[in-house]
C-alpha cells in the first residue's frame, strides 16, 4: 500500500464507519485464540478530519498487533471517544490496548522505526517490523498523534 497521501485526500470521515468491520473480524480473530475483546465506544462519534483508508490501515495494524501479541486467555480493548484539545483543534482518541508481555524499555524509543522488531523478532510471531513505521506516516499525515505507553 501507497503511504503517501495527498493532504487534499483529507475529509471529514467517520470513525465508526472505519472501525465497525475492522471490530468484526478482530472478534472473530479473539474467539479463536481465546482472548477476550472489549470495545468501549462513545456514541455519537463526531466526525473527524482524515483518511478513511489509512485509517484503516493504522487501525487494523494496531489490532492485529495486540490480538497478535496478547497470549490466550488474555484481553484486549479498544477505546474510542475521549477528545483532547490542541492549539489546531480538538482531537479523537482511540486507544487500543492488552495485557500481553508488554515492550521492555530499550525497544520503546525505536519502536517507530521501519524494520525494528526488538525483542519480538526472537519469538515465532512472524512479521516485518514496518506496521508501526507506517502507521506512525499515515497518522501524522492526518495531522494526528500516536504514542505507545508499555506497560499500559
Known sequence: PQAGLAATQLESISVMDVLEPLLASAKAIASDRNLDLIAKIRPNLPPVL???????EVLSNLIDNALKYTPAGGKVEIQVGQ??????????????????????????EHLFERHYRGVQAETEIPGTGLGLAIAK??????????EVISPA
Open 137 to 146: 506516516e499515515l497518522v501524522e499525515q492526518m495531522h494526528g498523534e500516536i
Open 50 to 56: 482524515g483518511n478513511s483508508q489509512a485509517l484503516r
Open 83 to 108: 477528545e483532547r484539545q490542541t492549539p489546531e483543534g480538538s482531537l479523537l482518541g482511540i486507544a487500543i490496548s492488552d495485557n500481553g508481555p508488554g515492550i521492555p524499555p530499550q525497544d520503546l
